[in-house]
């Protein structure tokens, strides 16, 4: 699984076990990176809500499918949509954690409980 934020927002919180990836890396770096940890699975990756994650996923998924990976999916919703169910979000990779980055105010008000917003 694959986190397609900013530094700023992967820092606030994201699902465990995840790697953050730029959102603007090419196909070819992509594989190239990640190669041996994709081939033969399935990868997922998630944004704020969807978008910048689907642009990602749209551009690499013929690159990884070429490469040995499964299959290639966008996590519907994002990390928003994920935060609204309260599943477990963590900080620093470990420290479960209740804030998520609402990415600016308009994106934010997606996030149902402005409380637990953190920039």
Not at 18 to 39: G, H, L, M, Y
Not at 49 to 69: F, H, P
Request: charged residues 20%; hydrophobic residues 35%.
């Amino acid at each position: 699984m694959f986190d397609v934020r900013e530094p700023s927002e992967f820092a606030v919180s994201h699902l465990k076990g995840v790697t953050r990836i730029n959102p603007e890396i090419s196909a070819q770096d992509f594989v190239e990176k990640f190669a041996d940890i994709t081939t033969g699975k399935a990868v997922i990756f998630y944004c704020s809500v969807g978008q910048r994650s689907s642009v990602l996923a749209d551009r690499v998924q013929g690159a990884l499918v070429s490469s040995g990976t499964k299959t290639v999916y966008n996590l519907e919703g994002g990390i928003f949509k994920w935060h609204n169910e309260r599943r477990l979000l963590y900080a620093n990779g470990v420290t479960p954690t209740e804030y998520v980055h609402p990415y600016n105010p308009i994106w934010g008000g997606f996030v149902k409980n402005q409380k637990y917003t953190r920039y």
